[in-house]
């Protein structure tokens, strides 16, 4: 069964930083691209950051460019995304979301983590 | 800045068909953009229904069909069920790696 666990989430004060994992299972990791989607309390879903298959490549939104850093480990099976300078506007649950076509399109969904920026 | 558009909400009857639309704001959605359609009920993880315009993830069931009409995106729900009662978000991908989220669709089903 494909899987992703997301941890590392928690309560953080504004100007903080955090690292987030997101453990993948019952599939080829190497094989895929990766994302991070956030959603805000009571807001929509918003796209975060990708990364290929191979780490090589990693794609941010506006809102965390230069802030946010994603990589992987392929030996590990795990996606990281490492979070500075947080900000309020940052709280949220964070998931990752396996790609499909490239970081084109995403199929497999993890259950999130919370962030929370307190100010 | 690229803005996805959706029906903020849509109510259909039990058992009938509903068809939710992905815009752009200044240009056509085509299959380029990958077009995934996710079904998310409050408190609950996102679940991808439909990616790269019209594929089933698995243990979809085809009551859920994605499409491209005329210069949309398109989700058609049939033989609508009470728990298809939830939003439902479109994802374009825009190039250079980039992807964008409609703001949502909440679909009440009475």
């Known amino acids: 069964e494909v899987q992703l666990l997301e941890s590392g989430g928690g309560l953080v004060q504004a100007g903080g930083s955090l690292r987030l994992s997101c453990a993948a299972s019952?599939?080829?990791?190497?094989?895929?691209?990766m994302n991070w989607v956030r959603q805000a309390p009571g807001k929509g879903l918003e796209w975060v950051s990708a990364i290929g298959a191979g780490g090589s490549t990693t794609y941010y939104a506006e809102s965390v460019k230069g802030r946010f850093t994603v990589s992987r480990d392929n030996s590990r099976n795990t996606l990281y995304l490492e979070m500075l300078s947080l900000r309020a506007d940052d709280t949220a649950i964070y998931f990752c979301?396996?790609?499909?076509?490239?970081?084109?399109?995403?199929?497999?969904w993890g259950q999130g983590t919370t962030v929370t920026v307190s100010s | 800045q690229t803005v996805v558009t959706q029906e903020p909400s849509f109510s259909v009857s039990p058992g009938g068909t509903v068809t939710l639309t992905c815009g752009l704001s200044s240009a056509s959605v085509s299959t380029s953009h990958y077009p995934t359609w996710c079904q998310q009920t409050p408190g609950q993880a996102p679940r991808t229904l439909i990616y790269n315009t019209n594929i089933r993830s698995s243990g979809v069931p085809d009551r859920f069909f994605g499409s491209i009409l005329g210069n949309k995106a398109a989700l058609t729900v049939s033989g609508a069920q009470a728990d298809d009662e939830s939003h439902y978000y479109c994802v374009l991908y825009m190039g250079g790696g980039i992807s964008v989220f409609g703001g949502g669709t909440k679909l009440t089903v009475l």
């Open positions: 979301a396996r790609g499909v076509s490239g970081v084109a399109s995403v199929d497999v």
């Open positions: 019952g599939f080829i990791f190497s094989n895929y691209a």
